[in-house]
C-alpha cells in the first residue's frame, strides 16, 4: 500500500488567485496523477506527473493552467492558476508503485471553492 | 476511443439482497480492469482488479467481479448487501497513451449505491 498526504485538506479561494497543492507520498513511487472530481461526479484525469520531466496532461488542460512539479519519487505539486468558480471541486493524487498497470492508491483530496 | 460505462448512475437495494453493478469497457487490447469504492467522507478504495487469468476475482469485503470478454463488461456482484456498502462504486481502465506508450486509467461514471434497513 501506500500513505498519501495531501495539502491543504480544503480552501476557500479568491477569483483570480492561485493554489498550490501538494501531495506526498511515504515512500518511492513509479506513477503519480492528477484528478479533478467535482461534486458527485467522476474522477477526470487532469495529467501525469513525470519525475524529472514535463507533466502529460489530458485533452481538455494545459500546462498555464494546471501547472505540475514532480521534483523526485515522493512528492508533486498541482497549481491551479488564475481561478474561477468553475473550478471549484475535488483534487485527488494518486501513485502507482510498479511499472506498468497496477492498483493506485490516492489520497485525500483538496477541496476547492472558488468565489 | 477507450471509455468505460456504468449505466446504473442510482442504485437501492435492501440490506442482506444480493446486488450487482455494471460495467462496460471499450479498449481494443487486454483491458486491465479495477473497482473502487468511495464512502462518504473518505478516500478511494480498490475493491478488486482484473488483469488475466481466472475471469472471476474476489476482492475485499465479500466483492467478486466477473470478466466477460464477449459482452466487454465487468461487473461487480456480492451476494449479500450490508448498510456500510452504501457509498458510490467506480469502475477504471488502464489504457495505454498510443502517442507515447505511457499508461492512465479511465474512470467511469460511477454508480451510487444506497442500501435500505
Known amino acids: 500500500s501506500a500513505v498519501i498526504s495531501q495539502k491543504p485538506s480544503r480552501d476557500i479561494c479568491q477569483r483570480g488567485t492561485s493554489l498550490t497543492i501538494q501531495c506526498q507520498v511515504d515512500s518511492q513511487v513509479t506513477m503519480m496523477f492528477w484528478y479533478r472530481q467535482q461534486p458527485g461526479q467522476s474522477l477526470t484525469l487532469i495529467a501525469t506527473?513525470?519525475?524529472?520531466?514535463?507533466?502529460?496532461?489530458e485533452s481538455g488542460f494545459v500546462i498555464d493552467k494546471f501547472p505540475i512539479s514532480r521534483p523526485n519519487l515522493t512528492f508533486s505539486t498541482l497549481t491551479v492558476s488564475n481561478m474561477s468558480p468553475e473550478d471549484s471541486s475535488i483534487y485527488l493524487c494518486?501513485?502507482?508503485?510498479?511499472?506498468?498497470?497496477?492498483?493506485?492508491?490516492f489520497g485525500p483530496g483538496t477541496r476547492l471553492t472558488v468565489l | 476511443a477507450q471509455s468505460v460505462t456504468q449505466p446504473d448512475i442510482h442504485i437501492t437495494v435492501s440490506e442482506g439482497a444480493s446486488l450487482e453493478l455494471r460495467c462496460n469497457y471499450s479498449?481494443?487490447?487486454?483491458?486491465?480492469l479495477f473497482w473502487y469504492v468511495q464512502s462518504p467522507g473518505q478516500g478511494l478504495q480498490l475493491l478488486l482488479k482484473y488483469f488475466s487469468g481466472d475471469t472471476l476475482v474476489q476482492g475485499i469485503k465479500g466483492f467478486e467481479a466477473e470478466f466477460k470478454r464477449s459482452q466487454s463488461s465487468f461487473n461487480l456482484r456480492k451476494p449479500s448487501v450490508h448498510w456500510s456498502d452504501a457509498a458510490e462504486y467506480f469502475c477504471a481502465v488502464g489504457a495505454m497513451r498510443t502517442t507515447s506508450g505511457t499508461y492512465k486509467y479511465i474512470f467511469g461514471t460511477g454508480t451510487r449505491l444506497k442500501v435500505l434497513a
Open positions: 479498449y481494443g487490447a487486454t483491458p486491465y
Open positions: 506527473a513525470n519525475q524529472g520531466s514535463e507533466a502529460t496532461y
Open positions: 494518486s501513485v502507482v508503485r510498479g511499472t506498468g498497470f497496477d492498483t493506485q492508491y
